[in-house]
């Protein structure tokens, strides 16, 4: 009996430590205010919780078999001390794996040990008793403390950081003091030799030139690599959350020079990079001197009727929105659409959804719905953060602790060059997208003076996403087929975001998945019963869609032998000025 009680105070204590801790950290994250759904429940203040934060619940069956769980393993640990069989915990890590941890005994015992707390606390973070949203933010909050709280993270634990300094006297000390300086005064962590790459040197190099401008955006039109092209251009809109070149990295892995090379004539609009003079630009803005703007130019520089355009992330949800603003005004230049790892129904957003309620909507409305900028470093922060240990404390223990300059990478120099954006834009951007998903109720959302209805795209559109994708979730991607009534094909790609679209088929990599059986015709309802039915096929995906665009762009027609046309001339080479200027 007072073996059960005293059992059961264990677990009350565990719990209330936990709640009580985790509570502080997810404060601290969040600058003092927790989100909503950490606060008090019908006013009440939980019982040793944090004034206005409720004490986190936990199932108590479970809680005792965890806790039950911890004490055996963190006995078994205590037992072996600093014995050789103490490294069982760490030979799957990769934080952890060199063979300085493992001669080290101390430091060994030390990433055992935060091993085992943090599978503790992620199976703690699973068994709270909460609704998802507060589930997926608790959970969050323990991924950021235990990665941030790793051995591996500190000099005065980091065996092989330690090793590194003692081998080399102290120089690896001394090169990441300097590397920290260096990122201190860069504003940004380094995760690549920045000073390796420049923009239209070696990044960006697919020969072209700007034929248009404005105050948000260049047009590049590129030299067709064939003698004929098909007759109607092609036209690509990159996520203006990032620069364009990711499609035109280098020659083997550029999408742009591939369409090119597939007898495409090629557009593509490169954002500008806002400053203060766009402080007040709003979504409507983006859309029509845009988007809509570009697919005039295209138009009047060919004198094509139609075009085929593709828009990347953002890019398709600016594009899929500028189609339907376009159809409400009872236009449809564009002939087919592509959209790329693109939300138009933000149902399934993923692990982005814990940052998004009415609270932070309306402080970002306060902050810049009216005018401002929000900085392309604070964007970039945030999406290294959804993967902590490979794209921020990475970097931080090999530039910092072991002195290391980290290799060149052309997707990582990319991923550095942050863009910003206006405040009012993104303000509208949350709301009606993230928050109340209204591009996918017709009539809810109003752009450029028309009623958004997606039902009335009714052109052939390709639809393609990640399999891994933590930015759009293969669920969000797959979720236009439900919207879109004109015909669809939809792909899937294997790994992430970028490398997933990324995947030359020179490189004979990765896999892609189709289905062209469909139950009565008709896409199911989720992409879980899609792939049921799909077939897989080895490497790129850009074959199928290149034979798919080609159904869509008409006749062949002598090639371009000048850019542009007389009333939109060249202005300057690619890939221009826009894309250059920093943030």
């Not at 601290?28 to 004034?51: E, T, Y």
């Not at 990122?183 to 690549?192: E, R, Y």
């Not at 001339?569 to 690619?574: K, L, N």
Request: hydrophobic content about 40%; glycine content about 8%.
């Amino acid at each position: 009996m007072n073996s059960d009680a005293n059992r059961a105070q264990a677990a009350r204590q565990m719990q209330e430590t936990f709640a009580a801790g985790l509570q502080q950290a997810m404060g601290a994250m969040a600058g003092g205010v927790m989100p909503p759904g950490f606060g008090p429940a019908n006013g009440a203040n939980g019982a040793n919780g944090i004034q206005g934060q409720p004490l986190l619940q936990f199932d108590p069956a479970r809680l005792q078999q965890l806790q039950q769980r911890y004490i055996a393993d963190a006995s078994a640990l205590w037992n072996q001390g600093l014995q050789e069989g103490a490294d069982t915990l760490v030979a799957s890590d990769r934080r952890f794996s060199s063979e300085a941890w493992k001669a080290n005994p101390v430091s060994r015992f030390s990433a055992s040990t935060y091993l085992l707390n943090a599978r503790t606390l992620m199976e703690l973070a699973d068994a709270v008793q909460a609704d998802a949203k507060t589930r997926a933010r608790v959970r969050f909050a323990v991924e950021q403390w235990m990665a941030a709280t790793a051995p591996s993270n500190f000099l005065a634990l980091n065996a092989e950081a330690q090793q590194k300094a003692i081998q080399s006297q102290g120089e690896s000390i001394a090169q990441g003091l300097t590397n920290l300086l260096h990122d201190l005064k860069q504003g940004h962590v380094s995760m690549t030799d920045e000073s390796v790459f420049e923009v239209g040197k070696n990044v960006a190099t697919t020969e072209g030139a700007v034929v248009f401008e404005n105050e948000f955006f260049q047009l590049l039109e590129y030299k067709p690599l064939t003698a004929k092209v098909y007759e109607k251009p092609f036209l690509l809109i990159p996520p203006c959350i990032n620069k364009f070149y990711i499609l035109d990295l280098q020659p083997e892995n550029s999408l742009i020079r591939y369409a090119v090379s597939q007898g495409h004539r090629t557009f593509v609009v490169s954002w500008r990079n806002p400053d203060e003079s766009m402080a007040g630009k709003t979504w409507d803005d983006y859309i029509e001197n845009a988007a809509i703007k570009a697919i005039e130019v295209v138009q009047e520089i060919t004198g094509a009727k139609t075009l085929n355009a593709l828009g990347f992330c953002v890019g398709g949800t600016i594009l899929g929105t500028a189609l339907s603003v376009l159809a409400a005004r009872g236009k449809k230049p564009v002939a087919s659409a592509t959209l790329l790892t693109s939300f138009l129904d933000f149902t399934d957003t993923g692990i982005l959804d814990i940052f998004i309620d009415e609270t932070s909507v309306k402080y970002r409305e306060a902050e810049m719905g009216q005018g401002g900028l929000l900085k392309g470093q604070d964007l970039a922060s945030t999406f290294s953060f959804l993967r902590p240990n490979d794209l921020v404390w990475n970097y931080v223990v090999g530039n910092y602790l072991k002195g290391e300059t980290p290799p060149p990478f052309d997707l990582l120099y990319w991923n550095s060059d942050s863009t910003n954006l206006p405040g009012p834009f993104y303000a509208w951007y949350l709301r009606n997208t993230y928050f109340e998903n209204n591009l996918i109720k017709p009539g809810k959302a109003v752009v450029c003076g028309q009623k958004v209805d997606l039902s009335k795209v009714d052109i052939p559109v390709y639809l393609y996403g990640s399999r891994e994708d933590h930015i759009v979730p293969i669920g969000g991607a797959y979720a236009s087929t439900q919207h879109l009534p004109g015909p669809k094909r939809f792909v899937m790609g294997a790994s992430g975001h970028i490398a997933g679209v990324i995947n030359p088929p020179s490189k004979k990599k990765r896999s892609y998945w189709t289905r062209d059986k469909l139950p009565q015709g008709k896409f199911p309802a989720t992409q879980a019963e899609w792939l049921k039915g799909a077939t897989e096929y080895p490497g790129s995906w850009w074959t199928d869609w290149s034979d798919w665009l080609k159904g869509h762009a008409g006749k062949q027609v002598a090639a371009p032998k000048a850019y542009g046309s007389r009333k939109h001339t060249v202005i300057e080479p690619a890939p221009g000025r826009y894309v250059k200027a920093r943030a």
